[in-house]
């Protein structure tokens, strides 16, 4: 059963950085589609960064140039570095692998202006 915990959300102020870390267990995430996803208060879950087996990424618009996606294949992790953050930002973000249903707990982001 694929299992995911996500950690290292906070409150930062705008332009500010934080790392998200995704633990993973049940499958390797080197093998496998890795994405993040946030959600916003009142809105729909969204797909901010992809990760794909040859290690090729992809992202939102609104996040290209300021958010990396990557992994570390030997603790099997996946990370989200998030410079240059923004008040929109401000969401819970989740990680999840393309080949499962489960969703980890999410980690909490606020972005202060």
């Known amino acids: 059963q694929v299992q995911l915990m996500e950690s290292g959300g906070g409150v930062v102020q705008a332009g500010g950085s934080l790392r998200l870390s995704c633990v993973v267990s049940?499958?390797?995430?080197?093998?496998?589609?890795m994405s993040w996803y946030r959600q916003a208060p009142g809105k729909q879950r969204e797909l901010v960064a992809s990760?794909?087996?040859?290690?090729?990424?992809n992202y939102a618009d609104s996040v290209k140039g300021r958010f990396t996606i990557s992994r570390d294949n030997t603790k099997n992790i996946m990370y989200l570095q998030m410079n240059s953050l923004k008040p929109e930002d401000t969401a819970v973000y989740y990680c999840?692998?393309?080949?499962?249903?489960?969703w980890g707990q999410g980690t909490q982001v606020t972005v202060s202006s």
């Open positions: 999840k692998a393309l080949r499962s249903t489960n």
């Open positions: 990760i794909n087996s040859v290690g090729g990424t």
């Open positions: 049940g499958i390797t995430v080197s093998f496998n589609v």
